[in-house]
């Protein structure tokens, strides 16, 4: 990415928008145009997740899920999984029933672990029927 295009997301995501700050945060994960910063990448993500954007709420349980640049921290990971979740993220949906399926940062639970991985299929997400196979539910 350009500098002028970098320095655009800034402004933009500055002012608030979250689509701005969710891809400027894509931009420091990968260091796409900036120096890669996992720190900033986590810092724009939970802003645009707060804003409501499934897709940096995706991103940044996957950051809480890993430790990545935060605290590994399983209550956070769903707790912003499942925000996405909720607004029809097919990954998330994913996640969150493998997380049901296995108990990780949940009580196990393979009604809510079928539920989830039944929704992530009937939003498009092709690896929920694999998942859904493995787990044998």
């Known amino acids: 990415m ?3 295009e970098i320095d655009l997301l800034i402004t933009l995501a500055e002012k608030g928008n979250a689509k701005a700050q969710f891809n400027l945060g894509l931009c420091y994960d990968s260091g796409d145009g900036v120096l890669r910063d996992h720190g900033k990448a986590v810092y724009w993500w939970e802003k645009a997740a707060k804003l409501g954007l499934a897709e940096a709420q995706l991103n940044l349980g996957f950051a809480y899920f890993l430790g990545k640049e935060v605290t590994k921290n399983l209550n956070k990971t769903i707790y912003w999984w499942e925000r996405a979740a909720k607004q029809g ?31 992530s299929h009937q939003n ?8 859904w196979n493995e787990l044998d539910l």
């Open 2 to 4: 350009e500098k002028k």
């Open 124 to 131: 498009g997400n092709e690896d929920a029927l694999k998942a």
């Open 89 to 119: 993220n097919a990954e998330a949906q994913l996640n969150l029933g493998y997380c049901y399926s296995k108990g990780k940062g949940v009580p196990k639970d393979l009604a809510k672990a079928a539920y989830w991985i039944e929704k």
